[in-house]
């Protein structure tokens, strides 16, 4: 009984911790909602929220050399074939949501160097 109880306790914490953890980096949040969100941010909150966006940006790029290789491995006469369509369908909806990540990304890291903070933390390498 006492170790159900902590296993139970256990789990609300855990989920009590991860409550506040929301992805910040949002691909379809309006660009002029981030505009005027930028103005009344803290340095710590741009960085936090450009760091969220940097790390999403990095985890599409490995999405897309990952497809780009999947699309190498189809046969010249498979190229106009389902299974490539398919592929290359996953591969512009990754590219545009790279593209609207990068956008974004974009309007926290002006923002934070027009303030003179250290971008290295949130730079894209």
Do not use: H, W
Request: aromatic share 4%.
């Amino acid at each position: 009984m006492k170790i159900r109880s902590m296993t139970t306790l256990m789990l609300v914490l855990t989920l009590a911790a991860c409550s506040g953890c929301a992805k910040k980096a949002d691909p379809n949040k309006p660009v002029d909602q981030i505009k005027k969100d930028v103005e009344t941010m803290s340095v710590a909150e741009l960085q936090s929220t450009a760091a969220a966006y940097a790390k999403e940006i990095k985890v599409q790029k490995t999405e897309l050399s990952k497809i780009a290789e999947e699309l190498k491995g189809v046969p010249v006469k498979d190229v106009f074939s389902d299974k490539a369509k398919s592929i290359k369908n996953r591969l512009g909806e990754v590219q545009t949501k790279a593209s609207a990540l990068m956008e974004r990304y974009q309007l926290y890291f002006n923002k934070l160097q027009e303030k003179g903070a250290d971008i290295s933390k949130v730079r894209l390498d």
